[in-house]
């Protein structure tokens, strides 16, 4: 429905934008040709970026309640090459990390390494998330700088025009070029920097609460992983010790016994009397 107002716009040759596009020079032109250019680049990434944070945020919690759902959380599977939310980009990277020390958590000392290796995987997923959650900000923030300095710069051009057409019999067509070019590229850069800062401001806004979210669900899962890497380790030492009692009791099963030795029994023989010596008589 504005559209055909906006060419109705357009068209009038005495008071539409397109009478003042006319009387501009090439350089003013130009300009207004580079704002007119930003301006639809600034909409585009901020409708993109709008609808990125929303995608994001909308796997990220569904995700989330699938999670809670869970037993366990290190013998889940992650394909690879699939396109994983935020969360799941986590998960799989914690996982990834716990199964380097799969089968060898005995000992607290274990689960302690093996918790840093998961720690600093967790953390390396979250800062290349955040990467992935500033991904066009950087174009609306130079939009937003620099839609005034374009303005400006049209501006200057557009009165230096002016100022060089001045002369003592100087007419309106004279003045025209600079004055049109100085008001519609400063019009231009308005209309680029504003939609821009409120646009930027918002989506702002929105990476900031998902960054937090993202952090507290980091947190959350490296206590979990913690709990869960604890539980396997005691499991594990339990069957350590049944398996060793076992086999001892199956080396002392496989032990051949003694036979005993029967000792006979000699008779003792009392030793025979001393013989009397000679005289012995004779001394009693």
Not at 241 to 259: D, I, M, N, Y
Request: hydrophobic share 45%; net charge neutral; with cysteine.
């Amino acid at each position: 429905m504005n559209l055909p107002v906006l060419a109705m716009v357009l068209a009038d040759t005495e008071k539409g934008a397109l009478w003042y596009f006319k009387q501009m020079d090439s350089a003013g032109l130009a300009v207004a040709g580079v704002l007119v250019i930003c301006s639809f680049i600034g909409w585009g990434a901020m409708i993109q970026k709008w609808s990125d944070v929303q995608e994001l945020r909308r796997r990220n919690h569904l995700f989330d309640r699938r999670l809670r759902d869970q037993n366990s959380v290190v013998g889940l599977n992650f394909p690879g090459g699939t396109n994983l939310s935020p969360y799941e980009f986590l998960v799989s990277e914690a996982v990834a990390a716990v199964q380097r020390h799969k089968g060898r958590l005995v000992r607290p000392s274990d689960v302690r390494m093996c918790m840093g290796h998961v720690e600093n995987a967790i953390q390396r997923a979250v800062s290349r998330t955040m990467v992935k959650y500033e991904d066009k900000m950087v174009l609306l923030s130079s939009l937003v700088s620099g839609g005034p300095f374009l303005g400006l710069l049209g501006t200057v051009w557009g009165v230096m025009v002016t100022f060089g057409a001045l002369t003592e019999k100087a007419s309106i067509a004279q003045l025209a070029p600079g004055v049109c070019g100085a008001l519609v590229t400063t019009t231009l850069g308005l209309l680029v920097a504003i939609p821009a800062t409120f646009g930027y401001n918002y989506l702002l806004t929105q990476v900031k609460i998902m960054s937090t979210e993202l952090e507290n669900f980091a947190s959350t899962l490296a206590d979990r992983v913690e709990l869960e890497l604890e539980g396997e380790a005691r499991s594990n030492f339990e069957q350590q010790q049944q398996t060793e009692a076992l086999r001892r009791a199956a080396a002392v099963a496989a032990t051949p016994v003694a036979t005993p030795v029967v000792i006979a029994e000699v008779p003792v023989v009392p030793p025979a009397p001393p013989a009397a010596l000679p005289g012995w008589e004779d001394a009693q």
